[in-house]
């Protein structure tokens, strides 16, 4: 089993569901709907109350909150749209993709979630896994959860849209799994537009930029009423990743202006 425990940044965004004057139970029936987490596999992870912060189910609905309610919706300044997060991450058929459901699966390495797609006779889906709850597990926070399942739904978009869906490796990536980093100025993406790309002129993104942007936004741009540690372990763990996870060197750190 997953190690139960409740990090300050759990009790922080739970208590800021409140704060925005959201119902607990609407936004734990709507999470449970629109990112289908109706699989049997959460009943032992605490499907039973979502309000329990301490396991699997009540920290995937704050990481759920984290994306669907945090972000300021600066159109001059954001990479992208809360909505363009929102939908992308998501298991409803969309624009990104296809329709999936979420399972929780316990894990006995250290990979976070896993997309997969292409089962016969199943749907594609998004497993995750204990390092993204385990107490002392550097992916333990709402923030970092809320960025995994962007990344996970880019992997699906990828399949949807023909690309090869799993990462590559090599170059300056210092993990064993790496993406390309695909420069663009924050206006070369209009809002609602996240789904697109082109291949002249180059417009594309991979599934740890779209977890690199989404953490500079939520580090830089989120409500005023969101808790500062939310915004500061996006920034720390944003940067890691740009640090580290890009085949080419990513030439942006969350912090530097953003390009126009």
Known sequence: MCTE?????????????????????ALNAWARSFYRLHDDSWNPWGAGDPNDKSRPYGKTINAIFVIGYLLSDNHDLQWH?????????????????????MRMIRYNGSAEA?????????????????PLYDQGSP???PSHRAAVLVHEAWHHWL?????????????????GEGDYYHFHTVSAYEFGFLHTYSTTPHRFHT????????FADLAELARPETPIQVCQTARAHGNTLLEN???????????????W
Not at 5 to 25: C, F, K, P, Q, S
Not at 81 to 101: G, K
Not at 245 to 259: E, L, T
């Open 159 to 175: 399949y949807t849209h023909g690309f090869e869906p799993s990462h590559g490796s090599g170059g300056a990536a210092r993990w």
């Open 245 to 259: 996870a890009f085949i080419n060197p990513a030439p942006y750190r969350i912090g530097d202006p953003r390009p």
């Open 5 to 25: 425990n409740r990090t300050l940044e759990e009790i922080l965004v739970h208590a800021t569901i409140g704060r925005l004057g959201v119902d607990y139970d």
């Open 114 to 130: 896993t997309a997969v797609w292409g089962v016969f006779a199943d749907e594609d889906r998004t497993d995750l896994h204990c």
């Open 207 to 214: 599934p740890f930029q779209v977890e690199a942007e989404f």
């Open 81 to 101: 749209s809360l909505e363009d997060y929102e939908s992308l991450a998501c298991s409803q058929q969309n624009r990104f993709h296809s329709e999936l459901y």
């Open 139 to 141: 992916s333990n926070f």
